[in-house]
């Protein structure tokens, strides 16, 4: 199997980025997609995006940040119903949170669900996407409108395994602002610093 090697982001956030849309759009054509995805937000990391989208449990982690580029790998993705190994060994063990005792050998989709949502230390966060991606020399772009708990927000990310390619797309697009990760943003719009109280 062939090794998946980490890639580079450069993702900003605003009210309205459709300006950069537009630039990407001079770039090349865009195919456009919808989703609607479950986000699992640890108050304890902002190393791990954790995600479940088309019935996948989708996690990559943070490995290094260069020249303000975060340097993500992919670790998993794997269909439900999820066995309780994987959850309590890999998934758990992602969001840097103990894992509590689990009393089934698989769990479905509304099952952990329901587990992550009694987890103090863990965020359920819905997702809805419009994406806009767009290739571009050696990297992938994309212009996206997102709600996150229904709090609407635009974004604008650039990757590549190739960190002079983005850097490079990212100054051709005239964007600016700090480098954001999905974590970081639902962190700051939906207050997730702190564990969750319930």
Not at 12 to 34: I, M, P
Not at 115 to 136: D, G
Not at 182 to 190: G, P
Request: proline share 5%.
């Amino acid at each position: 199997m062939e090794e998946i090697k980490p890639r580079y982001e450069f993702r900003v956030w605003d009210d309205a980025l459709t300006r950069v849309r537009e630039k990407l759009e001079h770039f090349a054509q865009s195919k456009k997609t919808e989703s609607e995805e479950t986000y699992l937000v640890s108050s304890v990391t902002e190393k791990c995006n954790a995600k479940i989208r088309a019935a996948l449990m989708d996690i990559k982690v943070l490995v290094d940040v260069e020249r303000e580029l975060e340097q993500w790998r992919p670790i998993m993705k794997a269909e439900f119903p999820l066995p309780g190994s994987i959850i309590s060994e890999q998934v758990f063990p992602s969001l840097k949170v103990p894992s509590p005792q689990l009393d089934k050998r698989s769990y479905s989709l509304d099952e952990f669900l329901s587990l992550m949502s009694n987890q103090p230390e863990i965020a359920v966060v819905r997702v809805h996407k419009i994406r806009y991606q767009f290739k571009v020399g050696n990297c992938a772009a994309e212009y996206a409108q997102v709600t996150l708990n229904d709090v609407p927000r635009d974004t604008v990310a650039v990757e590549s395994v190739d960190a002079d390619a983005v850097l490079q797309l990212v100054e051709d697009l005239g964007i600016i602002g700090a480098n954001t990760s999905y974590i970081r943003e639902m962190k700051r719009i939906l207050r997730l610093s702190e564990p969750i109280r319930r």
